[in-house]
């Protein structure tokens, strides 16, 4: 374990937390806040805690499996809880337990909030509180790689650690490249939909806020009501759009781009996303048209934003999804657990990783009638080895077994089945509302610091996809060691 170069990159990380908090500070002196030296206070501190770290002397640069591991668990831990400082400085949240919740929650991109009235809060705070969304959305180690190569000579650790999916890798021959087409096809899309949203009427700081949540698949938006607010057909068209752009495989876009678009449209994992939300918005439809909505427009209108707003495990509300019929809501809840592409920005398990689920359960089936036939999985005509098929499996497992802790212990302290149920699984999903008392008109402010403290875990450990984090917790993982 390279303990030194581990400290160092963190470092570097919290460097570019406090760089990130400048655009903040610039909306909050726009506006002539208060709230002005909150920023520069937490922009000082994080400054200063990084560039001690970054004077570290590393004789031995390189990146191990273990270091990349170890220094995205500990980045993000420490990037989430020094984001709270603009929320408490500023006393727009003072109770630190919640600002570290929305801290966590923002670069999670969960988008679980504890604040009950949005629209009270300062412009700047706002605006930080949704540009956690944008950074943690792509991944902040990813942004370190694009803009500080020299610090981690080996990134591809970092980049495997942090990248959600089952198998990220690259798609040029250098690391940095790779980030940086990540980030440019990132940069482009949140740069579209902001125009889209100023045409649609949108003022630019809530064309900005709500792109960083859709693009971000975050939710936070400048409104008590969220999207909600606007009642407006096009911005609920656009926002879709993006969401569901974003729940996509980056790497599709460049590939499309550099080849052709009929390679990316053959992709596998592309047409079983697209086939997800096709039927379980058709369902929806179905089962809301003339019981909920008169129309079978309102009915497509709100079920299809719904289904690409928990698909791509965004969060956004445009209806109370809570008064719905409840086949209605146990669609919505399985789109919970299946989420968008593997190395996009969505959460959820991943429908990669669904996809091979299904395909172990019929070669397992399959085995019962021709127990001598020797059957591998495909995906895309390319055979998938069994490590990581394992590794699927041991995911869904471990999803599964988290999950149900979480559950036990929201209840132990005292909240109802449904409000601990959703709660586990919207925050270790990423998606943000669930049901119950943290439904889609709720929040999470009513919670107590032992479930704020859970839920912070379990959103942490979902946009980690839980290894980086559970390694922590093991001995022989901080031996010293050579790989």
């Given at each position: 374990?390279?303990?030194?170069?581990?400290?160092?990159?963190?470092?570097?990380?919290?460097?570019i937390?406090a760089?990130?908090?400048?655009?903040?500070?610039?909306?909050?002196?726009?506006?002539?806040?208060?709230?002005?030296?909150?920023?520069i206070?937490?922009?000082?501190?994080i400054?200063?805690?990084?560039?001690?770290?970054?004077?570290?002397?590393?004789?031995?640069?390189?990146?191990?499996?273990?270091?990349?591991?170890?220094?995205?668990?500990?980045?993000?831990?420490?990037?989430?809880?020094?984001?709270?400082?603009?929320?408490?400085?500023?006393?727009?949240?003072?109770?630190?337990?919640?600002a570290?919740?929305?801290?966590?929650?923002?670069?999670?991109?969960?988008?679980?909030?504890?604040?009950?009235?949005?629209?009270?809060?300062?412009?700047?705070?706002?605006?930080?509180?949704?540009?956690?969304?944008?950074?943690?959305?792509?991944?902040?180690?990813?942004?370190?790689?694009?803009?500080?190569?020299?610090?981690?000579?080996?990134?591809?650790?970092?980049?495997?650690?942090?990248?959600?999916?089952?198998?990220?890798?690259?798609?040029?021959?250098?690391i940095?490249?790779?980030?940086?087409?990540?980030?440019?096809?990132?940069?482009?899309?949140?740069?579209?939909?902001?125009?889209?949203?100023?045409?649609?009427?949108?003022?630019?700081?809530d064309a900005?806020?709500?792109?960083?949540?859709?693009?971000?698949?975050?939710?936070?938006s400048?409104?008590?009501?969220?999207?909600?607010?606007?009642?407006?057909?096009?911005?609920?068209?656009?926002?879709?759009?993006?969401?569901?752009?974003?729940?996509?495989?980056?790497?599709?876009?460049?590939?499309?781009?550099?080849?052709?678009?009929?390679?990316?449209?053959?992709?596998?994992?592309?047409?079983?996303?697209?086939t997800?939300?096709?039927?379980?918005?058709?369902?929806?439809?179905?089962n809301?048209?003339?019981?909920?909505?008169?129309?079978?427009?309102a009915?497509?209108?709100?079920?299809?934003?719904?289904?690409?707003?928990?698909t791509?495990?965004?969060?956004?509300?445009?209806?109370d999804?809570?008064l719905?019929p409840?086949?209605?809501?146990?669609?919505?809840?399985?789109?919970?657990?299946?989420?968008?592409?593997?190395?996009?920005?969505?959460?959820?398990l991943?429908?990669?990783?669904?996809?091979?689920?299904?395909?172990?359960?019929?070669?397992?089936?399959?085995?019962?009638?021709?127990?001598?036939?020797?059957?591998?999985?495909?995906?895309?005509?390319?055979?998938?080895?069994?490590?990581?098929?394992?590794?699927?499996?041991?995911?869904?497992?471990?999803?599964?077994?988290?999950?149900?802790?979480?559950?036990?212990?929201?209840?132990?302290?005292?909240?109802?089945?449904?409000?601990?149920?959703?709660a586990?699984?919207?925050?270790?999903?990423?998606i943000?509302?669930?049901?119950?008392?943290?439904?889609?008109?709720?929040?999470?402010?009513?919670?107590?610091?032992?479930?704020?403290?859970v839920?912070?875990?379990?959103?942490?450990?979902?946009?980690?996809?839980?290894?980086?984090?559970?390694?922590?917790?093991?001995?022989?993982?901080?031996?010293?060691?050579?790989?």
């Open positions: 374990m390279n303990y030194r170069m581990i400290l160092k990159s963190i470092g570097a990380v919290l460097c937390e760089a990130c908090m400048l655009p903040s500070l610039g909306v909050s002196l726009l506006y002539k806040e208060i709230e002005v030296l909150a920023f206070l937490s922009i000082l501190i400054s200063v805690i990084g560039l001690s770290l970054l004077r570290i002397a590393t004789p031995n640069t390189s990146i191990y499996t273990r270091d990349g591991f170890a220094l995205v668990a500990l980045g993000w831990i420490l990037v989430s809880v020094l984001g709270a400082l603009p929320f408490v400085l500023s006393g727009s949240i003072p109770a630190v337990m919640d570290v919740f929305e801290s966590v929650s923002g670069f999670s991109t969960t988008g679980a909030t504890i604040l009950r009235d949005i629209e009270a809060l300062p412009q700047g705070i706002l605006f930080w509180r949704s540009f956690t969304h944008w950074m943690g959305g792509m991944g902040v180690l990813v942004l370190m790689i694009a803009i500080l190569p020299s610090v981690q000579p080996n990134p591809l650790h970092i980049l495997r650690a942090e990248t959600p999916g089952p198998a990220p890798g690259k798609f040029v021959p250098k940095r490249q790779t980030a940086e087409i990540l980030y440019l096809i990132y940069l482009g899309l949140t740069a579209v939909e902001v125009v889209l949203f100023l045409l649609g009427g949108m003022s630019l700081f900005l806020i709500h792109a960083f949540g859709a693009v971000g698949t975050g939710g936070f400048s409104k008590n009501a969220s999207l909600a607010a606007y009642n407006s057909v096009y911005i609920d068209i656009i926002t879709t759009f993006f969401m569901l752009l974003s729940g996509v495989n980056f790497s599709l876009y460049y590939t499309a781009f550099k080849q052709d678009m009929k390679s990316a449209l053959r992709d596998e994992e592309l047409r079983f996303y697209l997800v939300v096709a039927a379980a918005t058709i369902l929806l439809v179905l809301l048209y003339g019981r909920v909505y008169p129309s079978l427009g009915a497509l209108r709100h079920a299809f934003f719904q289904v690409g707003s928990i791509t495990t965004t969060g956004y509300v445009t209806a999804y809570a719905w409840a086949f209605s809501q146990v669609v919505l809840l399985l789109l919970m657990f299946i989420g968008g592409s593997a190395g996009s920005a969505a959460g959820g991943k429908c990669i990783r669904i996809i091979l689920l299904f395909k172990i359960i019929k070669r397992e089936v399959t085995k019962i009638h021709h127990p001598r036939a020797v059957q591998t999985v495909k995906i895309n005509g390319r055979v998938v080895d069994e490590e990581t098929l394992w590794g699927v499996m041991a995911f869904f497992f471990f999803t599964i077994l988290l999950s149900s802790a979480a559950i036990l212990l929201l209840a132990l302290d005292g909240n109802d089945m449904t409000t601990s149920t959703t586990a699984i919207a925050s270790i999903n990423n943000g509302p669930g049901l119950g008392l943290v439904g889609p008109t709720g929040n999470f402010a009513h919670l107590s610091v032992f479930s704020k403290a839920l912070s875990l379990l959103m942490i450990v979902g946009r980690l996809e839980i290894y980086p984090l559970m390694l922590l917790f093991l001995p022989s993982f901080w031996r010293r060691s050579g790989t």
